[in-house]
T-cell receptor, first 112, second 113 residues
Framework: EAGVTQSPTHLIKTRGQQVTLRCSPISGHTSVYWYQQALGLGLQFLLWYDEGEERNRGNFPPRFSGRQFPNYSSELNVNALELEDSALYLC???????????FGDGTRLSIL | RKEVEQDPGPFNVPEGATVAFNCTYSNSASQSFFWYRQDCRKEPKLLMSVYSSGNEDGRFTAQLNRASQYISLLIRDSKLSDSATYLCVVITTGSGNTGKLIFGQGTTLQVKP
C-alpha cells in the first residue's frame, strides 16, 4: 500500500512569491491534514480537509489556503511568501478524524 | 496555558533504563489520543494509540487518565534507537464533523550507551 506522498521534496522561493504544495493521501483515506514545522519547533496545525471541505484551520493568516480534490488529494497554497514561512510542510491523512494520521515525508520550503 | 503540554526535556537516560513521559491536555471533551515518534528532520510516525484501559506494545505502555487529563508513555529497557522526540496528539471532534487536532511540542529522549 502506498503511503502519503508529497511533492515537491524541496523548494526554494523568494519573498513575495507564491507556492503550491501537493499531497496524495493513502488510498481510502478521506481526511487530509497540513502542518508546518519550523526548524527546532513543534508541529503547527494548518488545515484539515475531509470529503472536499475545509473542516478546520489553525492560527495562520489567510495567505495560507488549500483545497481537496474529488480524489482526496490536496494542495496547500501560500501567497506573498515571508522569510518565516521557511519550514517543513507535512501532510497527513487518516480514514477519519479519530483515527491515527499517517504522514508524508514533507516538503522542505526555504525562503530567501 | 497551552491546550496540550509536554515537558520538552531532554531526558538523558542510560541504555536499559525505564523512562516515562506525560502529556497534559486542557479540553475535557477530547476523545482520541496518540503517541508519535519523530526523528530529527523526519516526519512523525505513529507509535501507538492510547486507549482508556491502557495498552501495551512490547516495551511501550500508554495510559490515559481522563480525570486528571493526561496521557503517559512508558518505555522499558531503553535502546539507543529509542532516541527521538515523542509527540502526543489530542483530538477533539465537534458537531458537523469539525474537529481540532493538537500536537504537543514533543519530549526529546536521548538514550546513552
Amino acid at each position: 500500500e502506498a503511503g502519503v506522498t508529497q511533492s515537491p521534496t524541496h523548494l526554494i522561493k523568494t519573498r513575495g512569491q507564491q507556492v503550491t504544495l501537493r499531497c496524495s493521501p493513502i488510498s481510502g483515506h478521506t481526511s487530509v491534514y497540513w502542518y508546518q514545522q519550523a526548524l527546532g519547533l513543534g508541529l503547527q496545525f494548518l488545515l484539515w480537509y475531509d470529503e472536499g471541505e475545509e473542516r478546520n484551520r489553525g492560527n495562520f493568516p489567510p495567505r495560507f489556503s488549500g483545497r481537496q480534490f474529488p480524489n482526496y488529494s490536496s494542495e496547500l497554497n501560500v501567497n506573498a511568501l515571508e522569510l518565516e514561512d521557511s519550514a517543513l510542510y507535512l501532510c497527513a491523512s487518516s480514514y477519519e478524524v479519530n483515527q491515527p494520521q499517517h504522514f508524508g515525508d514533507g516538503t522542505r520550503l526555504s525562503i530567501l | 496555558r497551552k491546550e496540550v503540554e509536554q515537558d520538552p526535556g531532554p531526558f538523558n537516560v542510560p541504555e536499559g533504563a525505564t523512562v516515562a513521559f506525560n502529556c497534559t491536555y486542557s479540553n475535557s471533551a477530547s476523545q482520541s489520543f496518540f503517541w508519535y515518534r519523530q526523528d530529527c528532520r523526519k516526519e512523525p510516525k505513529l507509535l501507538m494509540s492510547v486507549y482508556s484501559s491502557g495498552n501495551e506494545d512490547g516495551r511501550f505502555t500508554a495510559q490515559l487518565n481522563r480525570a486528571s487529563q493526561y496521557i503517559s508513555l512508558l518505555i522499558r529497557d531503553s535502546k539507543l534507537s529509542d532516541s527521538a522526540t515523542y509527540l502526543c496528539v489530542v483530538i477533539t471532534t465537534g458537531s458537523g464533523n469539525t474537529g481540532k487536532l493538537i500536537f504537543g511540542q514533543g519530549t526529546t529522549l536521548q538514550v546513552k550507551p
